[in-house]
């Protein structure tokens, strides 16, 4: 599975921007797709996980109430809507793909695919 993450850019606090992360390869439907997020001197971080269907969703406490994740298998495209974003939101982003995936797990490893990433940026 080859992941294309887009969408990145410079905001604004309090503005927003959806994240866009294009699959192709193997069949989309098949893997949970997560969003996971790097600031400068920081480990990578969980941000949002999608079940196959889209049916199951969670989210990092960070991020809760203000992000969303959705996916639509016949674009092979999942999506990371982000609202009231914040300073501390700065970091490039990360779409990736998991074959065996575990709900409420916010692990990498689990992950077995990634795409390159995309800057976000939100200005104070």
């Known amino acids: 599975v080859q992941l294309q993450a887009s969408g990145g850019g410079l905001v604004q606090a309090g503005g927003s921007l959806r994240l866009s992360c294009a699959a192709s390869?193997?069949?989309?439907?098949?893997?949970?797709m997560g969003w996971f997020r790097q600031a400068p001197g920081k480990e990578r971080e969980f941000v949002a996980a999608?079940?196959?269907?889209?049916?199951?969703?969670y989210y990092a406490d960070s991020v809760k109430g203000r992000f969303t994740i959705s996916r639509d298998n016949a674009k092979n495209t999942v999506y990371l809507q982000m609202n009231s974003l914040k300073p501390e939101d700065t970091a490039v982003y990360y779409c990736?793909?998991?074959?065996?995936?575990?709900?409420?797990?916010?692990?990498?490893?689990?992950?077995?695919?990634w795409g390159q990433g995309t800057q976000v940026t939100v200005s104070s």
């Open positions: 390869g193997r069949t989309f439907s098949s893997y949970a």
């Open positions: 999608a079940s196959w269907s889209g049916d199951l969703t």
């Open positions: 990736a793909a998991a074959a065996r995936w575990t709900y409420g797990s916010s692990s990498l490893r689990q992950y077995d695919y």
